[in-house]
């Protein structure tokens, strides 16, 4: 036994590689692309050409997309078309000869933030995960909670403001139409002089950082709604805290005052009494959790 795990976190342009210890550290990395066109077979042939000289014990990926945890399927997934209903679990199982787990890409960056991000341990948890859209995951009592069908803790699909801007989903108001990567370009150019070329999240948050009135409002906009947001979570499920990952997060105070001002705006004040706000410090969480979700299978 190495004690090593490989995490792979799968999206609809490139897959990011990880071997990771125990103790979350990457050790090696790898990326390729995902080529969605050659199909889920050839990507699962290529991975495991990238895997030839490395040793461990399991394997976890995290799918950008539904899936089925019991049978690491794939229910749906927008950006990889043609690639519903393929068991990652069963091919890679069938080339690796180790165990394989598979979840939804949101489930294992929280599940990695909460275990090696959180220096304690708290048995419930809202988490979310902040990049090019919005999504999220649920610990409850230490363990990830998927809910009856693998889909809990979406909560960047629960609409924040009703007619509101029109989400990648196609539904009006939700939560990631205004603290999506898209929503804060959107606001870079609605609410500052000169936005930074090229504008992404960071540049406008470096912006902010060094003074512009206009880059703060910004992120005042899309902290404020995320709070909005999770808020919500907060009533429904009363945690002990809030995670936040992502490359988003990196944004840092900037996100997170707003949030917390909208935290103690809430009347009712039993939910946020001993709240706890956290954004660890920035890794490929979606690399660290799968590796670490698949030593839980073993």
């Given at each position: 036994?190495?004690?090593?795990?490989?995490?792979?976190?799968?999206?609809?342009?490139?897959?990011?590689?990880?071997?990771?210890?125990?103790?979350?550290?990457?050790?090696?990395?790898?990326?390729?692309?995902?080529?969605?066109?050659?199909?889920?077979?050839?990507?699962?042939?290529?991975?495991?050409?990238?895997?030839?000289?490395?040793?461990?014990?399991?394997?976890?990926?995290?799918?950008?997309?539904?899936?089925?945890?019991?049978?690491?399927?794939?229910?749906?997934?927008?950006?990889?078309?043609?690639?519903?209903?393929?068991?990652?679990?069963?091919?890679?199982?069938?080339?690796?000869?180790?165990?394989?787990?598979?979840?939804?890409?949101?489930?294992?960056?929280?599940?990695?933030?909460?275990?090696?991000?959180?220096?304690?341990?708290?048995?419930?948890?809202?988490?979310?995960?902040?990049?090019?859209?919005?999504?999220?995951?649920?610990?409850?009592?230490?363990?990830?909670?998927?809910?009856?069908?693998?889909?809990a803790g979406e909560l960047g699909h629960q609409v924040i403001r009703a007619g509101g801007t029109r989400c990648g989903c196609g539904r009006r108001g939700c939560l990631?139409?205004?603290?999506?990567?898209?929503?804060?370009?959107?606001?870079?150019?609605?609410?500052?002089?000169?936005?930074?070329?090229?504008?992404?999240?960071?540049?406008?948050?470096?912006?902010?950082?060094?003074?512009?009135?206009?880059?703060?409002?910004?992120?005042?906009?899309?902290?404020?709604?995320?709070?909005?947001?999770?808020?919500?979570?907060?009533?429904?499920?009363?945690?002990?805290?809030?995670?936040i990952v992502g490359g988003v997060a990196r944004a840092g105070r900037l996100l997170l005052d707003p949030v917390r001002r909208v935290f103690s705006a809430q009347t009712f004040r039993e939910p946020f009494s001993r709240l706890t706000l956290s954004a660890p410090a920035e890794r490929d969480w979606g690399?660290?959790?799968?590796?670490?979700?698949?030593?839980?299978?073993?």
């Open positions: 036994m190495t004690g090593l795990s490989v995490g792979v976190d799968l999206g609809g342009t490139f897959a990011k590689i990880g071997l990771v210890d125990a103790r979350g550290r990457i050790l090696r990395s790898a990326r390729l692309d995902t080529q969605v066109s050659a199909g889920p077979q050839a990507f699962v042939a290529r991975v495991c050409a990238a895997l030839a000289d490395w040793r461990f014990d399991g394997l976890g990926l995290g799918l950008a997309g539904g899936v089925d945890a019991a049978t690491g399927t794939l229910l749906f997934a927008p950006n990889l078309p043609g690639w519903k209903g393929f068991s990652f679990r069963s091919a890679f199982e069938r080339r690796l000869r180790v165990p394989v787990v598979a979840e939804n890409d949101a489930n294992v960056a929280v599940w990695g933030g909460y275990v090696i991000g959180l220096k304690k341990k708290p048995r419930r948890v809202v988490g979310v995960t902040l990049g090019t859209g919005v999504g999220g995951g649920l610990i409850l009592d230490g363990r990830l909670y998927r809910g009856a069908t693998g889909a990631e139409a205004y603290a999506g990567t898209a929503a804060i370009l959107r606001a870079a150019k609605r609410l500052m002089r000169r936005p930074p070329v090229p504008t992404t999240p960071k540049s406008v948050a470096d912006a902010a950082a060094a003074g512009d009135a206009g880059a703060r409002r910004v992120w005042d906009e899309v902290g404020t709604a995320l709070g909005e947001g999770l808020a919500n979570m907060v009533l429904m499920f009363n945690p002990d805290a809030v995670l690399c660290v959790g799968a590796a670490l979700l698949s030593r839980e299978a073993r």
